[in-house]
């Protein structure tokens, strides 16, 4: 099993509309995707660590899927409709990073 995270870095004036990214994007995704995507979460972020600090990712959304190959195989051939898509919520660049998962 492994976990698809895409964050999306917190920048003081960045544009992000977790409205459409919740009810638009991310059922989007999971239907282009199919069973490749088990589940996924999406959490908006608060606050950092230290009191009055600003959240390291304005937003986290993290996918279950089987494996890598399965996540590649049905991410690719959708991947330009899924990027385009990323305009109508943010202005920010996404960081991917997929993860083992060992205890869930």
């Known amino acids: 099993m492994i976990k698809v995270s895409v964050m999306y870095p917190y920048a003081a004036e960045a544009r992000f509309d977790h409205h459409y990214y919740l009810h638009k994007h991310m059922p989007m995704v999971k239907s282009l995707m199919g069973e490749a995507c088990l589940s996924y979460t999406v959490d908006k972020g608060l606050a950092g660590g230290a009191p009055g600090s600003p959240p390291?990712?304005?937003?986290?959304?993290?996918?279950?899927?089987?494996?890598?190959?399965?996540?590649q195989a049905a991410f690719a051939p959708h991947a330009k409709a899924i990027?385009?898509?990323?305009?109508?919520?943010?202005?920010?660049?996404?960081?991917?990073?997929?993860?083992?998962?060992?205890?869930?």
Request: aromatic share 8%; charged share 10%.
């Open 56 to 71: 390291s990712y304005i937003t986290l959304c993290q996918m279950l899927c089987p494996s890598v190959e399965s996540f």
């Open 83 to 104: 990027m385009a898509d990323i305009v109508n919520y943010t202005d920010l660049s996404p960081v991917l990073q997929i993860n083992e998962v060992l205890v869930g």
